[in-house]
């Protein structure tokens, strides 16, 4: 039996993969305040739980990138989702603030490798011009599991206590497992690709790179950290990333403190930016390919939508200002849009930028560059709220991608795409 429009059977399962990524992180920003009150934490506390996952995260990033290299795209993805589903579910056996830690950081060094695994099928299965839409479409995933744990953890810990919300969450992972290694492959081996279809994408997407070539000792890790593009994409996810990490783990905490939210009113309206974060990386890597049927040189296509989601950064300004929780929301959505715009094609840029056999692992470096910003923003907002206010980490925030975007053009000239 085959199966129709396998490439997007893919698509689909990647989207749902960082759709479970993130749902499973997010579950413990949903419940932080009532986690707290029971385990006797403060805001500094919550911030050293969120850190350990920061650390493990960034530890492992670039790791997960190398293993991912190594061991083949379907294994790698297959080790990383069971392991991190695993450490979501040991939440509900947490007792106490370095108990809860314990598991934070076990997630931290599994869930990264949804990145690089998910870049590396997206390398497998689709065309040059189609690839931001690729990683549109996973990246997609990780703003509806944003939108969809603030309703779905709220009403599991009202009806039967938080600890099954981190159950409920984890077990998601290990359903997905099952449709994985039944139905990946790359193109050129997959037994439920069609005939015609596999005829279209042979010749235009890159051919697979399985375990033996890199096992053999054929992976340069140091030369590829060491590479212009690395280190520039390394630099533009420092500045970045931590925008995107504030708005998952702290706005749940920032309406429930600073806009009177009680938690079914954070089920009920802090899935809607992530909305906007889903119609931001579909329509970024649409309009990239777009741009480039168009006539635009890929890095102009690329480079032009990133700054287009830069432009609605600092929109981020006005949250901690405007009179009332909706404008604050509102505030919320530009930045969830914009950064999605700017990682539909910032998450990428690996794959045009490096040889199959690399994505991974450059994906992973990159990656890492993101995490190490997160932990020390995390570890700066909870410093910042507890002695002053969500205010001066908003206005960073809104200044972040308008940075990077800076530092993009002006390290990887047009050029370094050839």
């Known amino acids: 039996m085959k199966i129709p429009k396998m490439q997007w059977v893919v698509a689909a399962l990647l989207f749902l993969a960082t759709m479970i990524n993130y749902a499973d992180r997010l579950a413990l920003a949903v419940v932080s305040v009532d986690l707290r009150r029971e385990f006797a934490m403060d805001e500094r506390d919550y911030s050293h739980v969120v850190t350990l996952f920061m650390i493990a995260y960034a530890i492992m990033y670039a790791g997960s990138g190398y293993l991912v290299d190594r061991l083949g795209t379907k294994r790698g993805f297959a080790i990383f989702i069971f392991t991190w589903s695993m450490a979501q579910m040991m939440h509900a056996l947490a007792v106490g603030k370095w108990s809860l830690g314990a598991c934070r950081f076990a997630l931290g060094l599994a869930e990264p490798g949804n990145w690089p695994a998910a870049a590396k099928a997206v390398a497998e299965w689709f065309p040059a011009s189609k690839r931001a839409l690729g990683v549109g479409i996973f990246n997609a995933g990780s703003s509806m599991g944003s939108a969809l744990a603030p309703p779905v953890v709220a ?97 749940p905490e920032y309406l429930r403190k600073e806009r009177g939210f009680d938690l079914a009113m954070v089920g009920k309206y802090a899935w809607v930016p992530f909305i906007f974060g889903d119609i931001g990386y579909v329509a970024g890597g649409w309009l990239s390919g777009r741009l480039m049927q168009a006539g635009w040189s890929l890095p102009k296509a690329r480079k ?112 370094y795409f050839d």
Request: hydrophobic share 50%.
């Open 155 to 251: 009403w599991l810990t009202l009806s039967y206590g938080w600890r099954s919300a981190f159950v409920f969450t984890g077990s998601l992972g290990l359903v997905w497992l099952a449709l994985w290694l039944l139905l990946y492959s790359p193109p050129h081996t997959n037994r439920w690709l069609r005939r015609e279809e596999y005829e279209e994408l042979k010749d235009h997407v890159r051919p697979p790179v399985e375990t033996r070539a890199a096992s053999r000792g054929s992976l340069d890790w140091k030369k590829i950290i060491s590479m212009r593009a690395c280190y520039s994409l390394i630099l533009a996810r420092f500045f970045t990333d931590p925008v995107i990490y504030f708005v998952i783990f702290w706005l």
């Open 304 to 415: 032009r939508v990133m700054l287009l989601g830069a432009m609605f950064m600092p929109a981020a300004i006005l949250a901690p200002m405007v009179p009332t929780a909706e404008l604050a929301i509102a505030a919320t959505c530009f930045m969830a849009l914009g950064h999605a715009l700017w990682v539909a094609n910032l998450q990428t840029l690996p794959t045009d930028l490096f040889k199959a056999s690399e994505v991974g692992t450059a994906t992973g470096f990159t990656g890492m560059g993101g995490a190490i910003g997160g932990v020390i923003a995390t570890l700066g907002t909870g410093y910042l709220v507890s002695n002053f206010s969500y205010a001066p980490v908003f206005w960073i925030s809104g200044c972040m991608h308008p940075l990077a975007i800076g530092i993009v053009y002006w390290l990887l000239p047009d050029r």
